[in-house]
């Protein structure tokens, strides 16, 4: 017999407002649309409406409600916050400050009802059961009551009005959430969202959760008694709050409520010139790539203490700004860009694409179809069955193909990406150097400067622009007699950025001297004081910011290896030959890259100075540098470095990559060779050029000792190249070899395959700066 207790409801916070629907989904046949079901309301400083404190202590950006550290790649739904730009801009349009007369209009906050997993504060995939029933509530009127949970356990109800059979969706409807069994999660407009909460937060005092605290220092100037002198009763922002009623435990299709939020902030975004591509490639769900990228990234964040690497997430610039292909982060070494481009040529290459060291060919943005090439090197035919792999492509995939596809992609290529990331020696070197710097900060409890640097890719930066915007507001006077206190936390803050670049000085100090760790005769590169002199440790900081974190570099080191690996297994198999295996060659190759990018001596290290600089002449303290024609950047290429230029960097570790006695080295040599005829007949053009300028004839004027001398001047400056990349001389191919090519090739023409339009927006400026010394 039934006892009849009443169970009390578990909804704590009530709101009034509309409803309506409207719906997401990627409209395929394993993706059907799902309906979301939101509620319109306001958020204010009205403190006398009931509701509004408690929405704004629930309220609260993705950071706050999530850690990072605790997030994978795919519960990721949002960027990080410009809190400079809330600060300068936000807060006082919000309060009106200096706008008095003008109309503000802000378009909805968009908050997902968020399920969390019992015991855990990590995004459910999906809510409990949601039922609809017809109650009589105790006002009199019938209601249609849509609730996820049992009595007791709901996370959402809605309550609409019912009279006559027809639905109300504005007088007396309600939205009533448990706030224990979901999180608000806002999905687009946080900015705006932020600077609602500064204010709160500002007048309550309310900045003491370590979650919140970090950001604390962005909003400082608007004190208290600053902002109470606004009409805070009027200050009232719209918010919607999106459920998912149809994505309840119930629902057999492959979305769940991530994904639903996911496809929101993306639908809301994507033609928004703020969000980056970084940002929207790191969201997408409907990407093979980036469903790669994000297996990736989460293979390089489970690393922990016993991966045997320093490696971390923090290592790898997350959001990269104005989409801009150069590492700002003084802590990352790479960056989704990246990791999506080079992961776009693993997979999608079609070996005519590269030809020798010419640049590579393609539009890439517009392969959507899986076959040959995707296919054949993740086995997705066998894997997927035909039926399956025929409705499958680049954008269109069922949950389980993606699974299978990504966990084949994971153990052919994946790990190997994550391994050259940890075993190449100079980014080891930088991940030490990084992992060295946070174990300090760590040691001191430091909670101002570290979060700058660790936690949020853009927070460096936006840290430093806040810094510039206050200073900006006390020139200008425009917190009038608040200015005292101001200038005192201008002063904190310039200190706090002092820090800051201190930190990366010594950084910086720290990874020369591991990228150096192996230099037998490390004494020479030193001061009389015993540390890495300044002039070296400046060329190994260029080295990395012109060279080792470009796209192009990390492109032809890894996606090098597998087009050379792909190119010497086919020729293997049309001789009935076993492939190479990869675990084999990919140790090979580390080894022998290392062997040149981490110096045993101070001579090896003299010679790639010249590789990458120009001539190192006398005592290294000196730092006397004379110009060379033998240079990287003087004999494979002169013209600005691309991204889709990096074959020359391919060519480059060709040089070095040897796989001496192993079943590479054949195929290697084959590929090195034709790379150096057309880098030659490229650098025979260039001096011929010069040549022509400097002496002021046409080409059809050129003597045959005028073509002899142009031809030995560039040969003198190729041989010494050679040299300084590690051959004997007895090794350097004969002018005559050189010249005697099958097809004379210029490197610097591309294969005719498809017309680029490129998609990457900015140039990599691998070159360094005039030196000093010169």
């Known amino acids: 017999m039934a006892l009849g207790l009443s169970v009390t409801s578990a909804l704590n916070l009530t709101l009034e407002g509309s409803v309506g629907s409207f719906s997401v989904g990627a409209g395929s046949d394993t993706q059907k649309s799902v309906e979301v079901k939101y509620f319109l309301t306001h958020v204010g400083l009205d403190f006398e409406n009931g509701s509004n404190e408690e929405v704004l202590k629930h309220l609260a950006p993705v950071r706050e409600i999530f850690p990072t550290v605790d997030l994978e790649f795919d519960e990721i739904m949002q960027r990080d916050i410009d809190d400079a730009r809330v600060s300068s801009e936000l807060v006082p349009y919000l309060l009106d ?335 030490g150097a990084v992992y060295w710097l946070s174990e300090q900060l760590r040691s001191q409890a430091n909670t101002r400067v570290r979060p700058i640097l660790f936690e949020g890719q853009g927070i460096g930066r936006t840290f430093a622009a806040h810094t510039a915007n206050l200073a900006a507001k006390i020139d200008s006077q425009e917190f009038g007699a608040d200015a005292p206190k101001l200038r005192e936390i201008l002063d904190r803050l310039n200190g706090t950025q002092k820090l800051v670049d201190e930190l990366i000085s010594k950084l910086k100090f720290e990874r020369a001297e591991r990228f150096l760790s192996k230099v037998s005769d490390k004494k020479v590169l030193k001061t009389e004081e015993g540390i890495i002199h300044p002039r070296v440790v400046d060329f190994v900081n260029k080295l990395y910011d012109n060279i080792l974190t470009t796209v192009a570099f990390q492109t032809a080191m890894i996606a090098g290896f597998f087009s050379e690996l792909e190119r010497a297994n086919l020729e293997r198999s049309k001789q009935g030959l076993d492939g190479v295996d990869t675990q084999t060659a990919f140790d090979g190759f580390i080894a022998d890259i290392n062997g040149f990018f981490s110096p045993s001596s101070s001579r090896e290290f003299k010679r790639l100075v010249e590789v990458f600089q120009d001539a190192l002449e006398g005592e290294i303290r000196e730092w006397k540098i004379t110009p060379s024609n033998s240079t990287f950047r003087r004999v494979v290429y002169r013209g600005e470095m691309q991204p889709a230029q990096w074959p020359k960097y391919k060519y480059l570790i060709l040089e070095i990559w040897r796989a001496t006695g192993t079943e590479l080295e054949s195929s290697l040599t084959a590929e090195r060779e034709k790379s150096r005829r057309q880098i030659f007949a490229s650098l025979e053009h260039e001096y011929q050029k010069d040549f022509l300028t400097r002496n002021l004839k046409r080409e059809e004027n050129l003597t045959s000792s005028d073509r002899s001398e142009i031809t030995n001047a560039a040969y003198e400056a190729f041989k010494k190249f050679l040299r300084n990349v590690g051959w004997l001389a007895a090794d350097v191919p004969s002018k005559r070899a050189l010249e005697e090519a099958p097809v004379v090739e210029d490197a610097a023409e591309a294969p005719v395959v498809e017309d680029e339009n490129e998609t990457w927006e900015a140039s990599e400026e691998a070159d360094f700066e005039p030196d000093e010394g010169k």
């Open 97 to 431: 400050h200096k706008s008095r007369d003008l109309v503000k209009l802000f378009p909805p906050i968009i908050v997902v009802v968020l399920p969390v997993k019992a015991y855990e504060n990590k995004p459910a995939d999906l809510y409990p059961t949601v039922s609809t029933e017809v109650e009589m509530m105790p006002e009199g009127h019938e209601a249609q009551i849509i609730r996820s949970g049992a009595k007791g356990q709901e996370v959402f109800e809605f309550v609409q009005p019912l009279q006559n059979g027809k639905l109300y969706e504005h007088d007396l409807v309600r939205l009533r959430l448990n706030t224990n069994k979901s999180r608000l999660v806002i999905v687009d407009g946080q900015h705006r969202a932020m600077a609602l909460l500064a204010v709160y937060r500002n007048l309550k005092q309310d900045w003491n959760d370590a979650m919140k605290a970090p950001y604390k220092d962005y909003y400082e100037e608007w004190t208290t008694n600053y902002i109470r002198k606004f009409e805070l009763k009027n200050i009232s922002l719209p918010v919607m709050f999106c459920t998912f009623p149809q994505l309840d435990e119930s629902f057999n299709g492959e979305y769940n409520v991530k994904m639903a939020a996911r496809s929101i902030f993306l639908t809301l975004n994507k033609t928004a010139r703020q969000v980056s591509a970084s940002r929207n490639r790191l969201l997408d769900d409907n990407d093979l790539i980036a469903l790669f990228l994000r297996d990736t990234l989460s293979t390089i964040k489970k690393g922990d203490l016993h991966s045997g690497s320093t490696l971390e997430i923090s290592n790898i610039e997350l959001d990269q700004a104005h989409d801009r292909v150069k590492i700002e982060s003084p802590i990352a070494i790479s960056g989704v860009n990246h990791i999506y481009y080079l992961i776009e040529h693993i997979v999608l290459n079609k070996l005519e694409d590269v030809n020798g060291a010419k640049p590579r060919a393609g539009n890439y943005y517009l392969r959507t179809d899986l076959e040959p090439a995707a296919f054949r090197r993740l086995n997705g035919r066998n894997l997927l069955g035909a039926d399956l792999a025929d409705a499958t492509s680049r954008q269109f995939y069922t949950s389980a193909a993606g699974d299978i596809l990504t966990k084949e992609f994971r153990e052919r290529f994946g790990n190997y990406v994550v391994s050259a990331f940890q075993q190449f020696a100079p980014y080891a070197a930088h991940s």
